[in-house]
């Protein structure tokens, strides 16, 4: 494999950073988890627009435009042969000192690695997840707002210990106010009848871009969908639950703190919505070439 960092193309084994950069001392960057189908990269300038969005919220400068960017995701793959797969795409405050100071950091290090992944166990896609809510709250939004999609995910780490230690492989995390926020790395949606919710960014979620797709596809479908102030009660009473996310896609919750979402396992629309999102990943993307 080899690996982009700061325009050159390193071989897995040589792809080092400095022990003084701030991603590793203060996760002090920003990042994107981005798909690869059918040799395209999937919605790359939704990517690429929330990676800059995220830079500028925490003062950093990428010492290139989002169009070389782009570009660069687009070269990563192709060195790597990458038909169907997944890209980690860095930016670190670079090296700086051992005190906090940002502005001592000379240059933001960029650093994209191609691979693949498979975050849930195929079979979890047809079964549902079983997931927990726990007391690890989702950062207030004057603390490290969670629309920044930051380097530094020890609050979501430490929502997922707590999920993996009661058995569960997901999560729901709640906002400080205690209304429904999102899932440790994914965005949450309850089913009602023909009508679709989920909360609104405000309420401490990521702005997803599987949400932002699935939020399109099932208006165009003809769902009603809307952001909605959701507490643990919706989801209890939900028809169905599904979480949405790059790595995830579409996967359906069929048990919420032990208590069984309708039917128990992903409902009709959670499966409709999945098999139309897959549909969707045929025709969108930025060609590999
Ligand atoms: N919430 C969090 C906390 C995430 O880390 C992610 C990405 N894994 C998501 C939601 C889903 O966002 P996206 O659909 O853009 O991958």
Redesign the pocket.
């Known amino acids: 494999m080899k690996v982009y960092i700061n325009g050159r193309m390193v071989d897995e084994k040589n792809a080092k950073i400095s022990v003084f950069d701030h991603g590793l001392l203060y996760g002090d960057g920003v990042f994107e ?1 981005i798909r690869v189908y059918h040799k395209k990269v999937f919605t790359l300038q939704r ?1 690429i627009d ?1 990676l800059y969005r995220s830079a500028k919220a925490i003062a950093l400068e990428i010492a290139m435009t989002p169009d070389a960017m782009s570009k660069a995701v687009v070269r990563t793959c192709k060195q790597n042969g990458i038909t169907n797969g997944y890209v980690r795409l860095i930016v670190t405050r670079g090296v700086g000192t051992l005190g906090l100071n940002p502005y001592l950091c000379k240059q933001s290090q960029v650093i994209i690695i191609a691979g693949g992944i498979q975050l849930y166990p195929v079979e979890l896609y047809e079964e549902g997840l079983s997931i927990i809510t726990v007391g690890t709250m989702r950062n207030h939004p004057e603390a490290i707002n ?1 629309r920044i ?1 930051s380097l530094n ?1 020890l609050n ?1 780490v430490l929502a997922k210990i707590e999920a993996l230690n009661s058995g569960a492989m997901e999560c729901v995390m709640l906002n400080p106010q205690g209304y429904v926020a ?6 949450i949606f309850v089913v009602q009848g023909d009508r679709l919710r989920t909360p609104p960014v405000w309420c401490g ?7 932002a797709v699935v939020m399109e596809l099932a208006q165009d479908m003809g769902y009603t969908v809307k952001e909605d102030v959701l507490t643990r009660y919706d989801l209890y009473t939900a028809d169905e639950v599904f979480l ?5 896609e579409i996967i359906g919750v069929g048990v919420i703190d032990k208590r069984p979402i309708g039917a128990g396992r992903p409902g009709p629309v959670t499966l409709q919505l999945a098999e139309r999102f897959k549909a969707y990943t045929r025709e969108e993307g930025t060609l590999i070439e």
């Open positions: 988890g990517h929330r969670p999609k995910y979501n999102e899932a440790s790395g994914d965005n979620a990521l702005e997803g871009i599987t949400r949405t996310g790059t790595a995830a």
